[in-house]
């Protein structure tokens, strides 16, 4: 059914958990991860001239690099992992990537919140799920998620 899955990833541990339920489609469906890090330079714009932008840049990068290469770690044995570094919008950057003729689904985090905020994915997160041709799995990750998988829990998942 899944023969690559593109899995967004920032680094943090949070977002590990999105990683284990990709890993998982990834050994039952014989898939490849396309684990991607998305440089968004939009952000730095408003710096001043005199900012050396090349140290900013190659700071996003290492970021990136070491982001990738976690996920490589973090693979299990028989879990091809693909790398790409990426400048650009990253919403719009993770859609680019997983097109129907690239990859078939796309597994990325949210940020655990409460009370009205849990209605929002994230900005990243929702503009993905509107976007995407491909079926999107959303995770929950962060402060609300819950620290053990609940027996018989399901990811939250929103197709478009």
């Known amino acids: 059914m899944y023969d690559c899955i593109v899995v967004p990833t920032d680094g943090s541990p949070e977002g590990e958990r999105a990683l ?33 932008w ?19 770690e973090l693979a299990p044995e028989g879990v091809e992992v693909e790398t790409k570094i990426l400048d650009g919008s990253p919403s719009r950057v993770i859609v680019e990537e997983a097109g129907p003729d690239a990859c078939d689904l796309i597994v990325m985090g949210t940020h655990g919140r409460g009370g009205i905020d849990r209605l929002l994915l994230g900005s990243v997160t929702e503009r993905v799920v509107r976007c995407a041709d491909v079926p999107v799995l959303t995770v929950q990750v ?9 027996e018989g829990e399901q990811p939250q998942v929103a197709l478009e």
């Not at 090349?54 to 490589?72: D, H, T």
């Open 20 to 52: 284990e339920y990709a890993f998982d489609l990834a050994l039952a469906h014989d898939a490849t991860i396309r684990a991607v890090y998305v440089v968004n330079a939009a952000g730095y714009g408003g710096l001043p001239m005199e900012t050396a």
């Open 54 to 72: 090349e140290g900013i840049s190659e700071a996003l990068r290492e970021e990136g690099r070491s982001a990738v290469e976690r996920v490589r």
């Open 142 to 150: 962060g402060t609300n998620a819950p620290e053990e998988p609940i």
